[in-house]
């Protein structure tokens, strides 16, 4: 399993960016695929997935209402649309692919055996 992360760049306070996860074949099912983040000094953390089966959402409280993450299967592509970002929404952004499982650690970042190599997001003016 390949994922490969674009997307982002620089913006000012209050922008938009759209990132996307492009996934290698074969993982169209049976795959939850997620967004984390991992800000200057910190640890990586959650911030979006999406369940494979129910193609239910989940988001970090951080970004509800500002994130949005879906998924194109016909283009093996799952997106993180941004909305109103703020100077703490700095960091590289990572996207990760597991074999679907329990739903309790779909947040946790050791759940995830696929990962993307990252791309930089500085929100700043």
């Known amino acids: 399993v390949q994922l490969q992360a674009s997307g982002g760049g620089l913006v000012q306070p209050g922008g938009s960016l759209r990132l996307s996860c492009a996934l290698s074949e074969g993982t169209t099912n049976n795959y939850d695929v997620g967004w984390f983040r991992q800000g200057p000094g910190k640890e990586r953390e959650f911030v979006a997935a999406r369940r494979w089966n129910s193609g239910t959402n989940y988001y970090a409280d951080s970004v509800k209402g500002r994130f949005t993450i879906s998924r194109d299967n016909a283009k093996n592509t799952v997106y993180l649309q941004m909305n109103g970002l703020k100077p703490e929404d700095t960091a590289v952004y990572y996207c990760?692919?597991?074999?679907?499982?329990?739903?309790?650690?779909?947040?946790?970042?050791?759940?995830?055996?696929?990962w993307g190599q990252g791309t930089q997001v500085t929100v700043s003016s």
């Open positions: 990760a692919a597991r074999r679907t499982g329990i739903l309790s650690t779909l947040r946790n970042v050791a759940a995830y055996a696929y």
